[in-house]
């Protein structure tokens, strides 16, 4: 009876999604009960040691508005930028027997993509520090 039912379902209907959206809502109801909970039974004393910022065992020093150097940031993005570029490498090193010389030839390609893009970087001092 069962099997009969679950053939009976054709492929692309919304009662096909309905497990994803019952896992969702249990999802946020969750998140929302936590934080119901423990906001309601959570300790509620607000003393003007606890209001300061703690940042690893560093007392604060100075406005924290202050401006900071660009080049912080653009290093910071580049490195992201070329971490997630280098993940795309573990596809490649998994399945290098089955793609052949066409799958080598490719990961060269973009390898000299990834070169091209840091040379242009280098040469526009992206990454130099002078201050």
Known sequence: MINSLLLAVEPNTPF???PVALQLVIAVGFIVVMMAVTHLLGPKRK?????INFES????????????AIKYF?????????????????PYAV?????GTEGFFAVI???AFFLCGFIYIVKKGAIEWEE
């Open 47 to 51: 003393t003007s040691d606890k209001l």
């Open 16 to 18: 096909n999604y309905f």
């Open 57 to 68: 065992g560093i007392p604060s020093v100075g406005n924290a508005r202050q401006p900071m």
């Open 95 to 99: 399945n290098f027997k089955e793609l």
């Open 74 to 90: 653009l290093v910071a993005i580049l490195f992201v930028l070329f971490d997630v570029e280098v993940i795309f490498f573990y």
């Open 109 to 111: 390609m973009f390898v």
